[in-house]
């Protein structure tokens, strides 16, 4: 496994930089059943982070640790160098990291806009009261942020559905939105849940473009669940394997493809 | 014009206004149901406890004064004081900004994630409750609620005059119609323009609608659940004390006035149980069909039609459109 303790330089010339968020040793139980067992990994500044796995081998139970949905049941979580005391979901949104849902999670109702407009929540500043009176300062605040959302809704192409209520879109657009309302937030990681789930190639090779240009662009940290090994592959510089809960492999995609309990945990072992 | 078109339309001109009444209770529920899918039987009982609160407060009458007095065996019942209306109305708005709190600190959160039959019935527990309480605090006498903003102009009372000299003018009859009704039209205005603005312009507006959207997606955007559950359940407070005081200024302030959520509940299937137009609108031909129907019909039945016409309009609604004139259509995709 490549040595990696003081960031390195991708193959195509990216340069990654120290530990970003670390998962220590995390165990997660419910009752008695282990989803998760003693797990460490690290995500690294700039880093597209994969982790992937067969069904039920907890990887979404991961990201909702990750996100604060689920509370370890042992182990540390450290962000940017700090042991991260327990936290509410929001509270997690509000320190910059954004993520997708594999089922989306959109705002049915509202409007494309109105969804993304959502993400930059934890940026918004003025208070209740002001907000309330729709004072001078709330106003300017609210067409700064506007703005944001206008450039994020050109980058991802859905200009044109700008105004659409989101339940009403294809599912392939819907993931799109979701994407969009995660980047409004200008989250210093970007966890996302199968974001090529149920999409056809087509859709798929969108979304690719997509999440290789966030991390180029805007220099974003992403950790993403994926079922397809080919996606997966391609876009990430490292790859955790998961299996049972347990970690089988950890490495760039190179190293876990020869990787044998990886192949094993894949394509099945033979039993005598 | 014959007299009977005149009749109609000052019985119509009544209804629009007793409809904007229902739709002013109607409000709350639909606050409360958009942004936490409960559905809150005790809105009524919440108008009541406002009002009573609001007298209490204006009068200077002790809380709880009855436990007190036979506790200690002292015979306290008044501080002194009558206060002017718009401090006792901000003092009620932090009552009922408590009480907003309270019911989501000892309740609710509890209840996340339970099915919506159980949050309900606990609003039923919430009513009776807050019934109770009213009772212990203010005691169950009928009172009389006047507010006035400055010495001596208050809320107007009896009739209007300026409308019933127009009208004679031009009928050869005068309307009768309340100041009152009309002083409520225009707060009820004013109050439904400043929600909707609210609730579509600002970010807690916009927080208060995704979390009516989906939960976890609202945790992932950083939003806090509790404190937009309470800023809901506050507004909603606010919504009750706008109608008690409508409702009481109007009728008294008695133990009846919980009943008028029971009104409300026609309303709600008229307009939708999501839509705050919806509400409006529904309280506004609920109220005039009521009226319309009682002065048409009602001789022909032998009267009292404006008892049941509301429920059975309701009933002719679930039928025919469940989801009510404004209530979201279901978007479900295939």
Same mark, same amino acid.
């Given at each position: 496994?490549?040595? =990696?303790?003081?960031?390195?330089? =991708? ?8 530990? !970003? ?6 165990? @997660? ?7 998760? =067992? ?14 992937? &796995? ?8 991961? !990201? ?14 450290? %962000? ?26 959109? %705002? ?46 050109? %980058? ?16 392939? !657009?819907?993931?799109?939105?979701? @994407?969009?309302?995660? @980047? ?7 966890? !996302? ?27 974003? =940290? ?22 049972? &809960?347990?970690?089988? &492999? ?15 945990a894949y394509l099945g072992v033979e039993h005598d | 014009m014959s007299d009977n078109l005149i009749f109609a339309m000052e019985v119509t001109l009544n209804g629009l206004m007793a409809g904007v009444l229902y739709a002013l209770v109607a409000l709350g529920f639909v606050l409360i149901y958009k942004a936490s899918g409960i559905f809150n039987f ?44 718009? $401090? ?18 000892? #309740? ?36 009389? $609620?006047?507010? /006035?903003?400055?010495?001596?102009? /208050?809320?107007?009372?009896?009739? +209007? ?17 309340? +100041? ?12 439904? *323009? ?15 609608? *995704? ?11 950083? #939003? ?6 309470? $800023? ?74 404006? +008892? ?9 609604? $679930? ?16």
């Amino acid at each position: 496994m490549k040595d =990696t303790t003081e960031g390195y330089v =991708t193959a195509d010339g990216r340069q990654i930089g120290g530990v !970003l968020m670390e998962m220590k040793n995390i165990t @997660l139980q419910f009752g008695g059943v282990k989803a998760i =067992t003693d797990i460490s990994f690290d995500i690294r500044e700039g880093e597209i982070r994969a982790i992937i &796995g067969p069904n039920g081998a907890g990887k979404s139970s991961m !990201l909702n640790v990750i996100s604060g949905f689920y509370v370890p049941t042992v182990g540390e979580v450290w %962000f940017h160098g700090k042991k991260r005391p327990q936290m509410k979901p929001y509270q997690v949104a509000q320190q910059g990291i954004a993520r997708t849902f594999q089922n989306i999670a959109l %705002f049915k109702g509202m409007s494309t806009l109105d969804n993304i407009m959502t993400g930059r929540m934890t940026m918004m500043n003025t208070n209740l009261v002001t907000q309330a009176m729709w004072w001078g300062k709330a106003q300017r605040e609210e067409s700064e942020h506007r703005e944001k959302v206008e450039k994020i809704i050109d %980058f991802l192409e859905i200009q044109a559905i700008r105004k659409t209520p989101v339940g009403r879109l294809p599912y392939g !657009l819907q993931k799109r939105v979701e @994407l969009g309302r995660a @980047l409004a937030a200008e989250p210093k990681l970007l966890l !996302l849940d199968e974001p090529m789930a149920g999409m056809n190639v087509e859709e798929k090779e969108d979304m690719s473009r997509f999440i290789l240009d966030v991390n180029d662009e805007f220099g974003t =940290t992403i950790a993403l669940i994926e079922h397809d090994m080919g996606v997966v592959m391609d876009l990430s510089d490292r790859v955790v394997v998961m299996d049972y &809960g347990k970690k089988i &492999g950890d490495g760039t995609p190179d190293e876990v493809r020869n990787n044998q309990e990886v192949i094993d945990a894949y394509l099945g072992v033979e039993h005598d | 014009m014959s007299d009977n078109l005149i009749f109609a339309m000052e019985v119509t001109l009544n209804g629009l206004m007793a409809g904007v009444l229902y739709a002013l209770v109607a409000l709350g529920f639909v606050l409360i149901y958009k942004a936490s899918g409960i559905f809150n039987f005790a809105q009524g009982v919440m108008a009541l406890f406002a009002a009573m609160t609001l007298v209490g407060i204006q009068k200077g009458q002790v809380p709880f004064s009855h436990l007190i007095n036979a506790i200690l065996g002292t015979e306290f019942h008044y501080f002194g004081w009558t206060m002017h209306s718009f $401090l006792a109305i901000a003092l009620t708005v932090v009552v009922m900004i408590g009480l907003a709190l309270a019911v989501q600190q000892l #309740i609710f959160r509890h209840l996340v994630g339970q099915e919506p039959i159980i949050l309900f019935m606990a609003t039923i527990g919430l009513a009776y409750l807050l019934e109770g309480l009213a009772d212990l605090m203010w005691g169950s006498e009928i009172k009389t $609620l006047n507010v /006035c903003l400055t010495g001596d102009t /208050c809320l107007p009372q009896g009739l +209007n005059a300026t409308i019933d000299s127009i009208t004679y003018n031009i009928f050869g009859y005068g309307f009768f119609i309340d +100041n009152l009704d009309i002083t409520a039209t225009v707060v009820a205005a004013i109050l439904v *323009a400043a929600l909707v603005a609210f609730s579509q312009y600002t970010k807690q507006g916009r927080a208060m609608r *995704a979390v009516a959207d989906d939960h976890q997606a609202a945790l992932s955007v950083g #939003i806090s659940l509790k404190f937009i559950w309470v $800023l809901v359940w506050s507004i909603a407070g606010f919504v009750a004390l706008v109608a008690g005081i409508m409702w009481g200024a109007k009728s008294g302030v008695q133990f009846s006035l919980s009943l008028i959520a029971l009104k409300a509940l026609p309303v709600l299937m008229l307009g939708g149980f999501t839509s705050i137009p919806g509400a409006i609108v529904g309280g506004l031909i609920i109220g005039v069909g009521e009226k319309v129907f009682e002065f048409a019909i009602g001789p022909m039945v032998g009267g009292a039609t404006e +008892n049941w016409f509301a429920y059975v309009l309701a009933l002719i609604f $679930l039928v025919f459109r469940p989801q009510g004139l404004f209530g979201e259509k279901i978007i479900e995709r295939v």
